[in-house]
């Protein structure tokens, strides 16, 4: 999740840097068209990948949680019935859903 956040602060930082050329009024004409191109362009470049792989990530981590919680359980059940074994240490575990 952090790579794609900083892939949309990247896209972001990019079109205020071209905004910032456009509007300072002592850069030439020419600096001025390659900026609003620049600016443009990236606007205007293809927002899917990115969400896609937001969401892709979203739900991966929506599948990781609950299994981390019950490996947790586990091994707090496992610790605490170290010194003396029990059947209920070996019941089968149910991920929440």
Known sequence: MDEITA????????IAAAQAIIDDPKTSA???GVAVQ???????EDPLPLRKAKITQGAALKKVIPLSLSALNF??????HAKSPSKK???PLRPSA
Do not use: P
């Not at 892939?7 to 990019?14: G, I, V």
């Open 30 to 32: 020419m600096k001025r």
């Open 89 to 91: 240490l070996l019941r």
């Open 38 to 44: 620049e600016r443009d362009s990236t606007k205007a």
């Open 7 to 14: 892939l949309e602060e990247s896209k972001a930082n990019k």
């Open 75 to 80: 091994l707090s059940r496992l610790k605490k």
